[in-house]
Nanobody
Framework: QLQLVESGGGLVQPGGSLRLSCEASGFTLDDYAIGWFRQAPGKEREGVSCISRTGNSRDYADSVKGRYAISRDNAKNTVYLQMSSLKPEDTAVYYC??????????????????WGQGTQVTVSS
């Protein structure tokens, strides 16, 4: 069974940091480019970041550029999203997703074939 499982979400104060993980099971993650999306209550799902199969190409939404960093460890079949300088508006459920495209596709959710169940990130004092 092909699965993506996110972890690492939680409650953090403004200005804090979290690292999300996305682990694949049932398939080899390095055959896929990976995207992170988020969805806040009452808002549409938005692309946050993505990374190509090799990790050589990365992209970020303007709202997180300079604060978030995406990386992958294909040996561990895992992709990470390091989030720093978190703001209340970063509060959302964060999802990782996989596309068989080799290059990064930011925000185009219909290009992604597999999705995780999501992990909640709450930024609040």
């Amino acid at each position: 069974q092909l699965q993506l499982v996110e972890s690492g979400g939680g409650l953090v104060q403004p200005g804090g940091s979290l690292r999300l993980s996305c682990e694949a099971s049932g398939f080899t993650l390095d055959d896929y480019a990976i995207g992170w999306f988020r969805q806040a209550p009452g808002k549409e799902r938005e692309g946050v970041s993505c990374i190509s199969r090799t990790g050589n190409s990365r992209d970020y939404a303007d709202s997180v550029k300079g604060r978030y960093a995406i990386s992958r460890d294909n040996a561990k079949n895992t992709v990470y999203l390091q989030m720093s300088s978190l703001k209340p508006e970063d509060t959302a459920v964060y999802y990782c997703s996989a596309t068989s495209r080799s290059l990064c596709v930011l925000g185009r959710s219909n290009e992604y074939e597999y999705w995780g169940q999501g992990t909640q990130v709450t930024v609040s004092s």
